[in-house]
C-alpha cells in the first residue's frame, strides 16, 4: 500500500505483463511453456493450447491466488475481473488469456467455498449470502486434489433444493439454468475427478460473468497447480541433474530444506508439527491429506502406515498413483524459482514467497549453486493480485456489499462490466484494500488472537466509516 496505494486498481494491473527473465530462464521456460500448453489442450483442444504457449512466450506470468473450485469466492472473481480489465486495457490478440493455476491442497471446508455455489439473494428486504453444496457434509474435511467428480444425481438434488428456497423465482430459474448448461453438460460429467470439472466449469462459468452478446475480453483457464508441477517434475526432474532433482534426493539439500524453511509459512514446521515435507501423502483408501516426513532415505505418515522411498522410482510411481502430491513449497520451488515464471498471488503468498525466496538463495549459496541463484534472485514474489475489490452489489437497504461473478450472472445488466472498468479506472488501491481488511484480519489471526470488536467489524462497516460508499459504484442491484 506504501509503494502503490495511490495507483488505481487498473494502473496497478497493467504491472501485470511486466516480467524479469535473464537467458536461464528463457532456456529453461519451453519446458513449463510446453507442459501447460499439453495440459490445457488435452482439455480445450490443440489450438487453444498453442495460443495459450504463444501468450506465456511474451507474457510469463499466471496467478496462483485462486483455490481450485468453482469461481464464487469474492477475493477469486475480483482478481480474475481485475486481470480481465488489464488484458481489455492492453488489448493484445496475444493476450487471449487469464491463466490461473489454482491450488487445490485445501480441504473442502476451506473458507473460498471450494465445495459448490456461493451468491447473495434478497430475503426480508435484505441481501444474503447463499451457498449450496454439490457434496454432502462427510466430504468437508477431504482435500480437492485427486476428489471424485459430482454426479448428476448430485446436481440435480442441488436443483431440487433451489426450487423449494422462498426468493426470487427469477434468480432460481437463472440457477437452474446454470446448473443445467455448465454443471450438467456430458464433457463435465464424464470428466475422471472434480479438479478436472472445475477446469472445464469454470471456463464456461465465466463466460456468464458477461452478458451476451458482451464477450469477455480474455477467456479464464483454471488449471490444476498440483497437477502442472507434477507434470514439470515427472519430465524433467527425477532423471535429470537439476536443482529439483538434488533437493528432492541429494542428502546433503535435506538439513538445508530444514535450516532455512522450517517455520516457514506455506513449507513446514517441526516445532508446530505443521506441513509436510515436500510432499502431502493420499494413501489408497484414505480420504485424508496426511503429513510426510523424512525419515532417513524414506518419507513416511505420522503413524508409519504409509511410506515412500526417496529415489526417483518410487517417487515417480507414487505420483502417477495420486499417492502423493507436491506441497506449496515444492509447487514454488519449481514454478517461481527453477522456472521463474511470474506469480501473482494473494496477500499471504507474496510474505511467505519473498520468505521462501530468501531461504532458497541461502540454501542455494551453501550449495555453491550459482547458476540456481542467478535465476532464483529475479524471481518476482511480491506481485499482489488478490483482495482488490472491484464489483460491488447494492442491497435493497441502500448498502453497499461486495459482490462475486455469480452475482454478475444473476443480477446483472448491459452496464455491469462497465461500471466494473470504470471503478478500476477510479478507484485507488488503498480505497479498494480498506473493506478487505475484515476478511485480511481472520486470515492473519487465528480465532484465539482476535480482538472480538475487531473481528466483528464488517466489510460494509469500513465502507461507511472511509465514506467510500461514493466512490464504489455498484455494477448489480440486488432484487
Same mark, same amino acid.
Given at each position: ?11 496497478y ?5 511486466? /516480467? ?15 507442459t501447460?500448453?499439453?495440459d ?6 490443440q =489450438? ?9 512466450e511474451?507474457?510469463y506470468?499466471?496467478?496462483t491466488? +485462486?483455490?481450485?473450485?468453482?469461481? /464464487? ?6 482478481a480474475n475481473?481485475?486481470?480481465?480489465v488489464?488484458?481489455?486495457?492492453h488489448q493484445? $490478440? +496475444?493476450?487471449?488469456?487469464i491463466i490461473?493455476l489454482?491450488c487445490?491442497s485445501?480441504s473442502f471446508?476451506n473458507i473460498s467455498? $471450494? ?9 426480508d428486504g435484505k ?6 453444496s454439490?457434496f454432502?457434509?462427510?466430504?468437508r474435511?477431504?482435500?480437492?486434489f ?7 444425481t ?12 422462498q ?18 453438460q456430458?464433457?463435465v ?6 479438479t478436472?470439472?472445475?477446469?472445464l466449469t469454470n ?15 480474455a477467456e479464464? &483457464?483454471? &488449471? ?5 508441477v507434477?507434470q514439470?517434475?515427472?519430465r524433467?526432474?527425477?532423471d535429470?541433474d537439476?536443482?529439483?532433482y ?7 539439500y535435506?538439513?538445508?530444506?530444514k535450516?532455512?524453511f522450517?517455520g ?11 506441513g509436510?515435507?515436500l510432499?502431502?501423502a ?7 491429506r ?11 505418515t505420522?503413524?508409519?502406515q ?5 529415489t ?5 510411481g ?8 507436491p506441497? =506449496? ?5 519449481? &514454478?517461481?524459482f ?10 499471504n503468498q507474496?510474505?511467505y514467497? =519473498? ?6 538463495i541461502?540454501?542455494?549459496?551453501d550449495?555453491m549453486n ?5 535465476v532464483?534472485?529475479?524471481a ?9 475489490l472491484i464489483?460491488y452489489g447494492?442491497a ?11 452475482d454478475?450472472?444473476l443480477?446483472?445488466?448491459?452496464? =455491469?462490466?462497465?461500471?466494473v472498468?470504470?471503478?478500476?479506472n477510479t478507484?485507488t488501491?488503498?480505497d479498494?484494500?480498506?473493506p ?7 486470515y492473519v489471526?487465528?480465532? /484465539? ?5 475487531l473481528?466483528a467489524?464488517?466489510p ?5 466509516h472511509?465514506?467510500?460508499q ?5 455494477? /448489480?442491484?440486488y432484487?
Amino acid at each position: 500500500m506504501q509503494k502503490h496505494g495511490q495507483k488505481t486498481l487498473a494502473q496497478y494491473a497493467s504491472l501485470y505483463i511486466d /516480467v524479469n527473465l535473464n537467458p536461464p530462464i528463457h532456456r529453461r521456460q519451453d519446458e513449463l511453456i510446453s507442459t501447460i500448453r499439453d495440459d490445457v489442450a488435452g482439455r480445450f483442444g490443440q =489450438t487453444v493450447g498453442q495460443q495459450v504457449a504463444k501468450q506465456l512466450e511474451r507474457y510469463y506470468f499466471v496467478s496462483t491466488s +485462486d483455490h481450485h473450485g468453482p469461481i /464464487v469466492d469474492f477475493s477469486f472473481s475480483n482478481a480474475n475481473l481485475l486481470a480481465a480489465v488489464s488484458h481489455a486495457t492492453h488489448q493484445d $490478440p +496475444d493476450l487471449a488469456y487469464i491463466i490461473v493455476l489454482a491450488c487445490s491442497s485445501i480441504s473442502f471446508r476451506n473458507i473460498s467455498f $471450494p465445495r459448490g455455489l456461493v451468491y447473495h439473494v434478497v430475503q426480508d428486504g435484505k441481501s444474503d449470502i447463499e451457498r449450496v453444496s454439490f457434496f454432502p457434509a462427510s466430504a468437508r474435511s477431504c482435500p480437492v486434489f485427486n476428489f471424485r467428480p459430482y454426479t448428476r444425481t448430485e446436481i440435480e438434488q442441488v436443483k431440487t433444493n433451489l426450487g423449494k428456497k422462498q426468493y426470487n423465482p427469477m434468480i432460481k430459474e437463472k440457477l437452474a439454468a446454470l446448473l443445467d448448461e455448465v454443471y450438467l453438460q456430458p464433457e463435465v460429467l464424464t470428466c475422471r475427478s472434480f479438479t478436472d470439472q472445475v477446469t472445464l466449469t469454470n471456463a464456461a462459468v465465466w463466460r456468464r460473468f458477461f452478458l451476451s452478446p458482451l464477450q469477455p475480453p480474455a477467456e479464464l &483457464l483454471s &488449471l490444476e497447480q498440483e497437477t502442472i508441477v507434477t507434470q514439470l517434475i515427472l519430465r524433467y526432474h527425477l532423471d535429470q541433474d537439476t536443482t529439483i532433482y538434488h533437493v528432492l534426493f541429494d542428502p546433503d539439500y535435506e538439513s538445508l530444506l530444514k535450516q532455512y524453511f522450517d517455520g516457514i509459512m506455506g513449507a513446514f514446521s517441526t516445532a508446530d508439527h505443521s506441513g509436510s515435507y515436500l510432499f502431502w501423502a493420499l494413501p489408497p483408501g484414505s480420504k485424508y491429506r496426511q503429513q510426510l516426513w523424512k525419515h532417513g532415505a524414506v518419507l513416511s505418515t505420522d503413524d508409519g502406515q504409509y511410506s515412500v522411498a526417496m529415489t526417483p522410482a518410487a517417487i515417480r510411481g507414487a505420483l502417477e498413483r495420486k499417492e502423493i502430491f507436491p506441497t =506449496t513449497l515444492l509447487d514454488f520451488f519449481v &514454478l517461481s524459482f527453477y522456472y521463474g515464471l511470474k506469480c501473482l498471488g494473494g496477500f499471504n503468498q507474496i510474505n511467505y514467497l =519473498t520468505a521462501m525466496k530468501g531461504a532458497y538463495i541461502k540454501m542455494n549459496v551453501d550449495r555453491m549453486n550459482y547458476r540456481s541463484i542467478e535465476v532464483c534472485a529475479r524471481a518476482q514474489t511480491k506481485e499482489m493480485s488478490d483482495g482488490y475489490l472491484i464489483a460491488y452489489g447494492q442491497a435493497p437497504d441502500g448498502g453497499v456489499v461486495q459482490a462475486n461473478g455469480i452475482d454478475m450472472y444473476l443480477y446483472g445488466d448491459a452496464q =455491469t462490466w462497465g461500471i466494473v472498468q470504470e471503478v478500476a479506472n477510479t478507484v485507488t488501491i488503498n480505497d479498494s484494500l480498506y473493506p478487505a481488511m475484515p476478511e485480511f484480519y481472520r486470515y492473519v489471526y487465528t480465532e /484465539v488472537q482476535r480482538d472480538p470488536k475487531l473481528a466483528a467489524i464488517t466489510p460494509e462497516q469500513v465502507i461507511f466509516h472511509h465514506g467510500l460508499q461514493d466512490k464504489l459504484k455498484p455494477c /448489480v442491484r440486488y432484487a
